[in-house]
Every structure is written in C-alpha cells, then in structure tokens.
C-alpha cells in the first residue's frame, strides 16, 4: 500500500522554523556585542499584524530595566491600517519576557560595566514573536574605522586568491 503525501503540509515552513522579521544592522557597526540572549516579547493583536507585514523599525530601540524588568523602548512598530480604533500606540514601550535569573544576569551586567542593552534581530518562531537582545560597548570613531580597514583588506586578500 502506498501512502499519499499531502502536498499542502510539504510546501509550508515546519512548526519550529524561524521567519525572520527585521534586522537591526547598525548595532554592528556602532557596538561590540559581548552576549546575546533570546527573549519573548509581549504584544497588541494589531501589532502582530503590523510585524507579519514587516513594518518595523529597530534602528533606534534599546533595551532598558525598569523595577525589576526589562523593556524595550523607542521600537517602532507601525500602526496596523484595518485596525481602526483598537490600534496600538506605534512608539509604546514594550515588555520583553525574561526569566527572573536572566535579568539579574543580563541587567547587572549592563548597569555595572555601563553597557547598553540593544536588539539585534526580531523574528517569530512557533507564532510567537522573539526578539534577540544584545549587551553591547559602544565603539569610537577610530574604532569604527579600525574594523572598516580590516574588512577592506580581507576583501582584497579574498579576491586576490580567488583570481590566482
């Protein structure tokens, strides 16, 4: 007996694949990311609906603890156009869900060696949407440049033994 394959089931993504929402490429380049945790994040119904269709903006956003939890502050997440009056405010802070161990973990780390919490890639795995959080140092201008002329030249070596 032969068993037929549903066609339907074998087209989508499975249960536990990872569908990415946005990046937050300037963190790279502005900081050093010394640790990166994986966190939830709590949400509006229209913002879901807003992040299924990509509308969101990282760049500005950091992570910031407040009595005992950690929230994300300056995410713009744009308002959803069918949901009339039950929409979301765009630039509201946002609760991100960690275990208790890990703030104190991640939040005395930032508050201590004066680093800075920042999000680093937002995507939805299982439905649910995830946010990576990054505590990161700061680079200076000659830093900044340092990294650039590195990259540069391991480009050019790249290409040079790619021709040979």
């Avoid at 990054?134 to 680079?139: K, L, N, P, Q, T």
Wanted: charged content about 35%; hydrophobic content about 35%.
């Amino acid at each position: 007996m032969s068993k037929k394959k549903n066609k339907s089931r074998d087209t989508k993504a499975g249960p536990s694949s990872v569908r990415p929402i946005a990046e937050n490429r300037k963190a790279r380049h502005k900081y050093d990311v010394l640790e990166t945790l994986e966190c939830g994040i709590v949400l509006l119904g229209s913002e879901v609906k807003s992040l299924r269709n990509g509308k969101v903006s990282l760049d500005e956003s950091h992570g910031r603890v407040i009595e005992g939890e950690v929230w994300l502050v300056g995410c713009d997440i744009a308002e959803y156009s069918f949901a009339s009056q039950m929409n979301h405010d765009p630039r509201r802070k946002r609760k991100l869900l960690l275990h208790n161990r890990e703030i104190r973990k991640f939040a005395a780390q930032a508050y201590e060696r004066g680093l800075t919490l920042v999000p680093l890639k937002m995507y939805f795995q299982r439905g649910r949407a995830k946010l990576v959080l990054g505590i990161c140092r700061g680079r200076k201008l000659f830093d900044k440049r340092e990294k650039m002329k590195k990259e540069t030249m391991q480009r050019d070596m790249d290409r040079a033994l790619r021709q040979r």
